[in-house]
């Protein structure tokens, strides 16, 4: 058994803060929330970590992430291309060529970025090639990880196929979950880039074998120009009239949405990942159209992304949730529409309903998984603490103070430091794998 000792924010359903409080993990599950001083007076005999200063929260929530492509030449597409220029003329060449020890060493790298800012949940967005090899970096690092693969059936691209030949694909890549640390969901490319058979037989499939879709759609409004070119409909209302929708379909992005979209989102129990920094770094408009918004007052099912590492760059949850706030406030010109707490709960608990993972993860609770993150209050810019935690949590830090990480009750982050990498031996490594991949693609000599 292991205390872990700090102010507690639960999250759980009374969003109960204990200031004085600590977090009983047995195996890897939690086994009791309440005061410091009673249970450590009830269990003489666990190891105790943690301090009174310390912050404990649950592990963020990331639900859409690139594990590979982007990584590897990390910052590296320049922010000044016209649109979908990015993509295609930088991301999928690169993702092209990409080897399984790219593969792996990219994912690494990303989790290991996530684990030291607090992300202990990661959803890949389904662009990997090798996605055996992805899962190896997850369990070498101890991530909690949902891996996808290529899904699209264009005419020409990496992994393209048949609508029969893709579907194999993604049943193997589900065949990858182990009831453990690693989940699985089918995953296409989205956008226009996907036949109505397959979106169609990708739903069908999730739905039989019991786990979700995703996909992406619409974080800028060329997907609606070319669904009205091809279908006359916007794209939700098309998939939705297709029968392609429902509570297991997790849309990314879903950012340039009309008035029927957003009702089809919430009538169908589909949920929306919001990956506020890559809109701001591609300038697709999320200020203009703050649809999330919308959602979330309406009870829709909202979660919270980082993307890639050309598109937001940074793996960092509370970065990422202190975005997701000012815009709410700043769109609407109305600072009480959406705060520090609310921001949390996106990260956290609210994110586990809407990828239907809160059975497992999403709040410290007695049952639940022993997904914990702990900041450090020593550092500076927690200096002087705030009566309100949360408030100096989601605006007044970042992944910068997380100390200590623990996943299914394994500390996988101790003293800022992974356990299981070293980061310094894969420097050397990245660096090459970086530049040898923008050859292969043409892309830089
Ligand atoms: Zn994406």
């Known amino acids: 058994m292991k205390l872990i000792r700090g102010a507690v924010v639960t999250m759980d359903p009374e969003r109960r803060i204990i200031d004085e409080g600590a977090v009983l993990i047995d195996g890897s599950s939690i086994a009791s929330v309440g005061g410091y001083a009673q249970l450590a007076a009830a269990h003489p005999d666990a190891e105790v970590a943690g301090s009174a200063t310390d912050l404990i929260v649950p592990g963020y929530i990331n639900g859409h992430q690139h594990l590979t492509g982007d990584r590897l030449i990390q910052s590296s597409i320049p922010d000044d291309l016209p649109p979908g220029d990015a993509i295609f003329t930088w991301s999928v060449p690169v993702h092209a060529e990409h080897t399984g020890d790219d593969d792996e060493l990219s994912a690494t790298l990303t989790l290991a970025e996530s684990l030291k800012n607090g992300v202990t949940s990661t959803f890949e967005a389904g662009t990997v090639a090798h996605p055996d090899r992805v899962v190896a970096a997850a369990n070498k690092i101890g991530a909690r990880l949902t891996i996808g693969s290529w899904g699209w059936d264009i005419e020409e691209g990496p992994f393209t196929g048949t609508p029969d030949e893709v579907l194999d694909r993604q049943r193997e890549s589900l065949s990858l979950a182990d009831g453990e640390l690693i989940d699985a969901w089918v995953s296409l490319v989205g956008h226009n880039l996907m036949s109505d058979e397959l979106v169609v037989r990708a739903s069908d499939l999730a739905r039989s074998q019991n786990v979700s879709l995703t996909f992406h759609l619409s974080p800028s409004t060329s997907d609606t120009d070319a669904y009205l070119a091809r279908t006359g409909k916007a794209p939700l209302v ?196 970086g530049r040898s991949l923008l050859r292969r693609a043409g892309i830089k000599p």
């Open 238 to 433: 098309h998939l939705n009239d297709l029968g392609a929708l429902g509570p297991h379909v997790k849309i990314a992005h879903g950012v340039h949405l009309d008035d029927h979209e957003v009702q089809i989102v919430l009538d169908t129990g589909a949920a929306v990942i919001a990956c506020p920094w890559a809109y701001l770094r591609l300038g697709q408009g999320t200020s203009q159209s703050f649809r999330h918004l919308d959602l979330w007052k309406a009870g829709g099912a909202l979660a919270l992304g980082c993307d890639a590492e050309n598109a937001g760059d940074m793996v960092d949850g509370i970065r990422t949730a202190a975005l997701f706030a000012g815009l709410a406030k700043d769109t609407t010109l109305d600072p009480t529409v959406f705060g520090a707490s609310d921001a949390l709960e996106l990260l956290t608990i609210r994110g586990a309903e809407a990828l239907g993972v809160d059975a497992a993860v999403g709040s410290i609770e007695v049952g639940k998984q022993a997904d914990l993150v702990v900041h450090d209050r020593t550092r500076v810019e927690w200096i002087p603490p705030s009566d309100d935690p949360v408030l100096q949590l989601v605006w007044g830090s970042d992944g910068r103070s997380v100390r200590d990480v623990y996943v299914a009750g394994d500390a996988v982050v101790v003293d800022g430091e992974l356990t299981a990498v070293n980061l310094d031996d894969l420097a050397a490594e990245a660096h090459d794998a």
